[in-house]
T-cell receptor, first 114, second 110 residues
């Protein structure tokens, strides 16, 4: 069964450093998403991406965040200057040919900012 | 008021029990409804979509009451493997984002 993959599974970084989280969505999917989950809290939407542009973003997704689809398979989330409060599990998700379709989540990247 | 509200639990039930979870949502523009399941430190996985007429998938039954803005999930004949956190999720019309509740934790004991 096709699945979303994410790398790395864990990342530890110093405050102020840049991190790039990588995702490979399901191959025929057109809609891509990033969510995050701070430990003990609910899953929160960050951004959605379709047709090589951001289609929707939350107030969390400020200028420190950016997304990119650098090639036909990868989808990345960059945090330019990490803060302690960016420590969370970051989930990538993808859905098929319509935004109404089921979103399938990757296993997540656990980011720890020291 | 929280957009999606759930009782955090935990619900601690014996194997074979029937257990029901409820969820309320605040925005009447909510269009799509789901139950996801999340195991500890894992990603959310879709359990089932919730339709206006109610729907069933094996031991799982989901109901939606748009007038009361209320969603429910019923699990019959609980298995040990049902132990997880159950996330109530909504999506509003013309929006891409999923809005998650904080989840209800279920523990099924032998």
């Amino acid at each position: 069964e096709p699945e979303v993959t994410q790398t790395p599974s864990h990342q530890v970084t110093q405050m102020g450093q840049e991190v790039i989280l990588r995702c490979v969505p399901i191959s025929n999917h057109l809609y891509f998403y990033w969510y995050r989950q701070i430990l003990g809290q609910k899953v929160e939407f960050l951004v959605s991406f379709y047709n090589n542009e951001i289609s929707e973003k939350s107030e969390i997704f400020d200028d420190q965040f950016s997304v990119e689809r650098p090639d036909g398979s990868n989808f990345t989330l960059k945090i330019r200057s990490t803060k302690l409060e960016d420590s969370a599990m970051y989930f990538c998700a993808s859905s098929g040919i319509s935004a109404e379709e089921t979103q399938y989540f990757g296993p997540g990247t656990r980011l720890l900012v020291l | 008021r929280k957009e999606v509200e759930q009782d955090p639990g935990p619900f601690n039930v014996p194997e074979g029990a029937t257990v029901a979870f409820n969820c309320t949502y605040s925005n009447s523009a909510s269009q799509s409804f789901f139950w996801y399941r999340q195991d500890c430190r894992k990603e959310p996985k879709l359990l089932m979509s919730v339709y206006s007429s109610g729907n069933e998938d094996g031991r799982f039954t989901a109901q939606l009451n748009r007038a009361s803005q209320y969603i429910s999930l019923l699990i019959r004949d609980s298995k040990l493997s049902d132990s997880a956190t159950y996330l109530c999720v909504v999506r509003m019309d013309s929006s891409y984002k999923l809005i998650f509740g904080s989840g209800t934790r279920l523990l099924v004991r032998p």
